[in-house]
């Protein structure tokens, strides 16, 4: 299909607008108008509604804006960057690696020096105008900016929606009552200065996430319901080649996924897939190659999604080791542990931070208790083999020589043990997921166009009309419309042009059903109602309206007990 044929439609219909369209539009920014902003908030509630209500997940809303310390400690000021070559001709970037397709196995893990010679070697030019090109260079992806006035701070814009979560580890520990494994989620805008956006929402500079963080001991990787579905064989395709039809459970025992809360997220992210009604013969689960993974993942599968572009990622699920919780602790100094209880009281050696009063009495006056009381708090990493070590306590900082401070060693009868957790990621986003969900509805037959989207996800769920807005026909109608829309039941009146017009702006839309008041209403009670992909006609009485229509927008898959109904049971 072509795209642009489909980008058409959301343009027409009200789902997707280039952004500041009358100034000439931003590269890689959209505006999703009403029956996309529906359908992207039924694509996020049926995500909190597995993560959170089924998986008992908690939900945050942290910050767009965070210090520059979070992604110092994070890694995304130093490693978060792509490489681009910018014509000398016409004076577009390109993403570097992009251009060295097909000319090297994986040119996003190439250095800069090396990525040159390559496009040197083949006489690279300007995919725009033919140009040559500067040799690549790597920029950062984060939106940067300011916070406060004067000697502000600086600030950027999150390029993920997970650092919030990890710094908020302790909070999220305590809330769950100290038990691992325990997640937050969280759904919300995240930011990329992408070096060249393009193929309408797939790539854009700001786009929405649904991420969720899920702690875990490091040796105990399961998931409560792994059992229930780990007879499962999904779409799998490992990076050694093995074989792809394996059930989860031979997965995870032969290693080709590293352990069940991985093999689960992977069964969850298929559930959602076809829930929201991506085609289960298009979708894949690719695992990352050894030098593609970004720079905190240990290991990686992508759901992919087949589209007029290729197979596009949709979805990262990455087992993210101890990475961000430790350089977290290393960098802020909070005690970011979690703590396990031993069956029996076992003798542990520990190494603390102890403050040396005596030293630090002179020095720092007044602020002594204050200064030693953060020391303490430190992690022994944290300033082992450092000479001073810089304490912030009441907005001053302080520079605390090595003197002043010193690791020890205890051993004493311990309850437990205090570790830093792992963290397993799913990582999706929903501009992908919303337009691959449309791609794989788009229907086209003699121009008539349809878009077979599932009841849970379409924007409007009935199309209520009258035959002809006279002979109390548009009274009922309207009647009917505003029963459904106190139900809760996102519906449309129309009473203008032919039914057949407006049974096909509905089709177009994705809407499930349309519901009829004709001559017949105003004498027996019963209307028409209408299912989009049989086109097959019903008469039921009013009084039955609400409830039809729920059954055909229900759809919804029962969780692992009961298996999931797929696109292909329901015969799209
Ligand atoms: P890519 O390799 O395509 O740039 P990524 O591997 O950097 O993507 P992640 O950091 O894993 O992406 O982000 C998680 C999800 O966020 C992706 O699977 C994708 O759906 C979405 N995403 C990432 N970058 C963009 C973008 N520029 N525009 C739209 N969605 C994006």
């Not at 090396?114 to 040799?135: H, Q, T, W």
């Not at 986003?429 to 009841?455: F, M, N, P, Q, W």
């Not at 379409?458 to 009917?480: H, Y």
Request: charged residues 30%.
């Amino acid at each position: 299909m072509d795209p642009q044929e489909l980008l058409s439609l959301c343009r027409r219909r009200g789902f997707l607008w280039p952004a500041y369209d009358i100034y000439g539009g931003l590269a890689g920014f959209y505006d999703y108008g009403p029956l996309g902003s529906l359908l992207k908030n039924n694509i996020e509630s049926h995500w909190r509604k597995l993560y959170v209500f089924e998986e008992g997940l908690h939900e945050l809303v942290c910050p767009i804006i965070a210090p520059e310390p979070v992604f110092k400690a994070s890694g995304h000021l130093d490693a978060f960057a792509d490489m681009y070559a910018e014509c000398r001709q016409c004076g577009e970037s390109h993403r570097a690696d992009h251009l060295a397709d097909g000319l090297h196995e994986n040119p996003a893990a190439l250095s800069e020096e090396e990525l040159g010679r390559i496009l040197e070697e083949n006489a690279v030019k300007c995919p725009a105008c033919k140009g040559d090109l500067s040799p690549p260079r790597r920029f950062n992806l984060m939106f940067k900016t300011s916070v406060g006035a004067g000697s502000a701070k600086a600030g950027y814009m999150r390029p993920e929606t997970a650092q919030g979560m990890f710094v908020n580890f302790p909070q999220i520990y305590r809330h769950g009552r100290e038990k691992l494994p325990v997640g937050a989620v969280q759904i919300g805008r995240a930011f990329r200065n992408e070096i060249s956006p393009r193929q309408g929402v797939l790539r854009l500079r700001e786009f929405s996430q649904m991420e969720a963080e899920v702690f875990f001991h490091p040796e105990r990787k399961t998931w409560p319901r792994f059992d229930k579905v780990k007879h499962e064989v999904l779409p799998l395709v490992p990076n050694d080649g093995s074989p792809a039809a394996l059930s989860l459970a031979e997965a995870v025992s032969s290693k080709v996924i590293a352990n069940e809360a991985l093999a689960y997220f992977i069964w969850l992210t298929h559930r959602f897939a076809i829930d929201v009604g991506l085609d289960p013969e298009r979708i894949r689960f690719r695992q990352h190659e050894k030098d593609e993974m970004a720079h905190y993942a240990a290991e990686c599968w992508d759901l992919e999604a087949e589209t007029a572009y290729g197979w596009v990622e949709l979805v990262g699920i990455a087992d993210r080791g101890c990475y961000d919780v430790q350089a977290h602790l290393k960098h802020s100094g909070a005690d970011l542990t979690a703590f396990e209880r031993f069956d029996e009281p076992r003798e542990v050696v520990s190494e603390e931070v102890k403050p040396k009063y005596d030293a630090m009495g002179g020095q720092f006056k007044g602020k002594t208790k204050a200064l030693a009381e953060r020391l303490s708090a430190l992690a022994p990493d944290v300033v082992r083999g450092k000479s001073e070590i810089v304490v912030e306590v009441d907005d001053e900082r302080f520079a605390v020589p090595s003197t002043c401070f010193e690791v020890v060693t205890r051993t004493e009868k311990a309850a437990g043990e205090k570790f830093v957790p792992h963290v397993i990621e799913p990582s999706y986003g929903v501009d992908r997921i919303l337009y691959s969900v449309l791609e794989h509805a788009y229907r086209k037959k003699d121009d008539y166009l349809t878009l077979t989207l599932r009841g849970i996800m379409a924007p409007i769920k009935a199309g209520v009309f009258p035959l002809m807005p006279k002979d109390s026909m548009d009274r009922i109608a309207l009647e009917v419309y505003d029963v459904l829309v106190a139900e809760g039941i996102s519906a449309h009146y129309d009473e203008s042009g032919s039914i057949g017009r407006r049974y096909a702006r509905m089709d177009e839309v994705g809407t499930p059903c349309c519901i009829t008041v004709d001559h017949q209403t105003v004498e027996d009670g019963t209307v028409t109602i209408r299912d989009r992909d049989s086109k097959e006609q019903a008469r039921i009485g009013v009084d039955e309206v609400v409830r039809w229509v729920r059954s055909v927008v229900k759809g919804d898959s029962p969780g692992p007990d009961g298996g999931f109904e797929t696109a292909e049971k329901r015969g799209n």
